[in-house]
Each structure stands twice: as C-alpha cells, then as structure tokens.
C-alpha cells in the first residue's frame, strides 16, 4: 500500500481528502502543524506528499526548502492562492505539481495516482540505465545515477526530484531538440494533467545550478520556437 502524507490545516478539506485517497486505496496520514507534518515525514515512509501552502507552524513553502536534503519522492503543493508567482514559487522550490483550492477530491486522487505511477516508471528507467553506465560525464558535469546526485566541477549541486529526472532525460538524449509539451509528458507522465509551463520554471532552476552562467547556458540551451536541448 502506498502511503500518502497530507500536511494541512483545514480539517474539512483534509478529511475530504483523506476520505478520497483511502477509498482509492492508499495509506493516508494527516497532520494539521507544519512542524509536527515536517517531522512525521522524515521519520516514517512516505511515497507521495500532499503540502498546504498556509500552515501554522512552518509555512508550505518553508517545508519545501528543508526537503532539499530528503528523500526524493513527489510533492503536491496545495493553495487557495490563484497569482503566477506563487505557483512559480511553489515549483521552483522542488514541487511536482501545484493545485489550486477548490478542487474536485477526484481530480486530487487521478494527479497522486499519476505521479507515483509515473515516479516508479522514472526509477525503472533509471535503474535500467545503471545495466550499461550508472554515470554520465560531459564537460564537467557528472550525472551519478545510481545516487541520484550531480556534480559540477567536482563540487556537488543539489536536485530537485524533477529536475534531476528533467536534466537526466535531456542528457540521455544528447542534441535532440524536445517541445515543452514533450518533456513534460515524459518526465511527468502526465499529458493530461497539469501545466507544461512547469518546464520552463524547472529548466531555469536547472540552469541556476549547474551553470556558470544561466543567461548563456552551455549545458541545456533554449532552441528558440522548439524547446530544449541538451547540447554535447
């Protein structure tokens, strides 16, 4: 059974929640404090996070910044907020997706489902790739694929789950030129969900960490019109 931790304050919402996700089948644990949400999270198993933006506590976004450091599984972002740049935020923060209040329980549960599917293709492949090389090296740049990490210059950068999978396809596929709409669907699994704007937000990231300079990236470059490619 895959478990799912939702960190929220809105008790109503979170038993909606909780209500829905059980009957499809999952674990499901709810926690209403930031802190408290925080803490459950690093000392049991979790396969999907489900995080509230407004939380007492520990806000959603500084939960976020702190998981940089943990496991690597998906995060839902939740939020009554509608504006761009708190989606950009959100995301950029290491979110997987973002899903604004109020939204049907349905829809919640086919995103979870989606993502964990898709996070267990993205572990198949990436074991599967280990049969050959568990590392890519170009120009400095190191993908260590059976630790998840990369490394520039010998000096290790951290990755967002999505932005390793998004910087690991691109590199798996040197020179090919891919739409937004088509990375997304293959690194997110998710054609029919969510935004493929969530692209450009993770490219950028990728960008600021792993190159010297991201207004003229040497590493992944913007075909205008086309999309992205991972130049060798």
């Not at 450091?69 to 504006?83: G, T």
């Not at 293959?186 to 969530?198: C, E, F, I, M």
């Amino acid at each position: 059974m895959k478990k799912i931790l939702i960190i929220e304050d809105d008790t109503s919402i979170a038993e909606l929640q909780k209500d829905y996700l059980e009957v499809a089948g999952f674990g499901v644990s709810v926690y209403a404090n930031g802190l408290e949400g925080l803490r459950a999270f690093r000392e049991n198993e979790v396969d999907l996070l489900i995080l509230d933006v407004m939380l007492p506590g520990m806000d959603g976004l500084e939960i976020l910044r702190s998981l940089k450091e943990d496991k690597a599984i998906p995060v839902l972002l939740v939020s009554a907020k509608k504006e761009e740049i708190d989606k950009i935020k959100g995301l950029s923060l290491g979110a997987d997706d973002y899903i604004t209040k109020p939204f049907s329980p349905g829809e919640l549960v086919a995103r979870v489902k989606a993502h964990l599917e898709n996070y267990e293709r993205l572990k198949h492949r990436f074991s599967s790739s280990t049969k050959k090389t568990n590392s890519l090296t170009i120009r400095g740049l190191k993908i260590d694929i059976d630790s998840r990490r990369v490394f520039v210059l010998n000096q290790e950068v951290n990755l967002a789950q999505k932005e390793f999978g998004l910087l690991l396809y691109l590199a798996q596929n040197p020179n090919r030129v891919f739409g937004r709409e088509e990375l997304f669907e293959r690194v997110w699994g998710l054609d029919a969900l969510g935004d493929s704007a969530t692209v450009t937000v993770h490219i950028a990231r990728i960008r600021e960490k792993i190159e010297s300079d991201p207004s003229n990236p040497q590493y992944v470059e913007t075909v205008w019109g086309a999309g992205y490619r991972f130049r060798v």
